[in-house]
């Protein structure tokens, strides 16, 4: 009998420790935003290391308030990203999935979490033709680069600390 | 199994059993675990409390993972957006609309959610009802009217806060029928990784369309509750107060407002408690603040944009 306990006892604990520290160790965390910048230093206006796109997945390595210093690993450069542009969740684009830059190419844009998709849109558009999608387009395209907010800021007198809320 | 298993080999199980319960939720799912559950009642090794508390986990984990991406955040925000801006002629004058634009994208940065699926963009309404509306994900709608009710920079920067406090905190989501996000991500689950058919395609349509229905319904006839609503209006404060405007602005904003509305309006006169509510709340939270002294730069180019608004 004791024999049998130990062995109960023995298989659960490992599955226990196995389980509780596989997820642990990941900390590989996935762009959840269409493009986000890679910044030299935790805050909005610093300069831009690199580009980073929906699904590509980085590596964590350290945190300042709500900024995360990470590895982006398709090309292995380093700097920090808001936490509001990441997600823990993996995020996979099916094969096919092209450009990902820019509202004109979002149509193009295949997310293997499915739900609420491009291919819905088209199916929406098709049902409901009365409803034109010109102005969400138009206004899509307004962006304000950071030189522009940094002047607007300046200008009004405003704090700019591009910390990024939290 | 009650032989087997004595009363001091559970109390070590238990915990164990605990442990496993949590590790195979995050990683397999909540049926394992409430099967575990059960498992371990039927054993005798948990108690029906213990087994309904570990149960309860899980369904809280389920309900959590129910949560919509950023990208479906954003597909179901273009079309509210899309919606609203079908029933409303949008105001096209390029300085005004570059300025909410430069005036929304800068303070958005300081606000708990500077970045979204798409970002935010602003659009003003050509219609004198004192109205707002935020699209989830970031599309921001404001009328003619309501910017009328600005005296200043630093309240227009109040409207357009309060908005984004609505993004942040996910509220046009809220207005979703849960019901209809269960049966959304019960589809998208089953299907992750592979294309979806056609008829997959057309029932998660007709759950979108249920959606958008929900959320439109919700900005333009219903409102809010209360309570999301002093949420935003706090979300309001917070912003400005990073940026560097004065939340007097707000105040200030909503007294012009409070002397605007008609009665029976179909605008913030039936979505929003009244001025005097939300003024009331702000003071409850936050005291009084110093009256608004913007710099001279600040109150040219407000007007300088705004002049015909």
Redesign the interface.
């Known amino acids: 009998m004791k024999k049998k306990k130990f062995i109960i006892y023995a298989v659960v604990s490992a599955a226990c420790i196995f389980l509780l520290t596989a997820p642990a160790s990941a900390a590989t965390m996935s762009i959840q935003v269409r493009e986000t910048q890679l910044r030299a230093t935790p805050g909005y206006f610093g300069k831009i290391i690199s580009r980073a796109a929906y699904g590509d997945q980085v590596a964590v390595e350290g945190a300042k308030g709500s900024w995360k210093k990470v590895r982006l690993l398709k090309t292995g450069r380093t700097g920090w990203l808001n936490s509001s542009a990441l997600s823990a969740k993996e995020i996979k684009l099916v094969a096919g999935a092209k450009g990902t830059k820019g509202a004109a190419s979002a149509s193009e844009l295949q997310l293997a979490g499915k739900g609420f998709n491009p291919e819905v849109e088209k199916e929406f558009k098709n049902r409901n033709r009365q409803i034109s999608f010109l102005w969400v387009d138009k206004m899509e395209q307004i962006v304000i680069s950071d030189a522009d907010k940094q002047k607007f800021a300046r200008e009004g007198g405003l704090t700019l600390n591009g910390n990024g809320g939290r | 199994m009650n032989k087997?298993?004595n009363k001091k080999?559970g109390f070590?199980?238990y915990p164990?059993?605990l442990?496993?319960a949590?590790?195979?939720m995050?990683?397999q799912g909540c049926e394992v675990v409430k099967t575990a559950a059960k498992v371990g009642e039927e054993a005798g090794i948990l108690t029906s409390q213990q087994a309904a508390g570990i149960e309860k986990t899980a369904t809280a984990v389920e309900r959590s993972q129910e949560e919509?991406?950023?990208?479906?955040e954003?597909?179901?925000g273009?079309?509210v957006?899309?919606?609203i801006?079908?029933k409303y002629k949008?105001y096209q004058v390029d300085r005004a609309?570059?300025y909410i634009?430069?005036?929304g994208?800068?303070i958005a940065?300081?606000?708990?959610?500077?970045?979204?699926?798409?970002?935010y963009?602003?659009?003003i309404l050509d219609t004198d009802e004192i109205n707002a509306f935020a699209a989830p994900g970031g599309?921001i709608f404001i009328s003619r009217g309501l910017l009328r009710c600005c005296n200043n920079?630093d309240a227009a920067a109040a409207v357009l806060a309060h908005e984004i406090g609505h993004v942040q905190h996910r509220h046009g989501l809220d207005a979703i029928q849960k019901s209809r996000i269960t049966s959304?991500?019960t589809?998208?689950?089953l299907?992750?990784?592979?294309?979806?058919t056609y008829a997959q395609?057309?029932e998660?349509?007709t759950i979108?369309?249920g959606?958008?229905r929900d959320i439109t319904s919700t900005l333009i006839n219903n409102g809010y509750s209360r309570a999301l609503e002093r949420q935003a209006d706090q979300a309001a404060v917070v912003i400005l107060q990073?940026?560097?405007?004065n939340p007097q602005g707000l105040v200030d904003m909503l007294r012009v407002m409070d002397t605007r509305l008609k009665p029976g309006a179909l605008d913030f006169a039936k979505t929003h408690p009244s001025p005097a509510t939300r003024i009331a709340s702000i003071q409850e939270s936050y005291g009084a603040f110093s009256p608004v002294n913007?710099?001279l730069?600040?109150q040219v180019?407000f007007k300088r944009a705004l002049a015909g608004i």
Do not use: W
Not at chain 2, 191 to 196: C, D, I, M, T, V
């Open positions: 087997i298993i080999t070590i199980l164990v059993i442990l496993t949590i590790s195979m995050l990683l919509i991406t950023p990208s479906e954003y597909y179901i273009r079309t957006g899309a919606v801006t079908n949008v609309t570059r634009n430069e005036l994208q800068t940065v300081h606000s708990d959610l500077p970045e979204t699926f798409g970002g963009h602003f659009l599309l920079e959304a991500v589809t998208g689950l299907e992750a990784g592979k294309n979806l395609v057309a998660l349509t979108f369309e959606s958008i990073r940026c560097g405007y913007q710099g730069q600040r180019r």
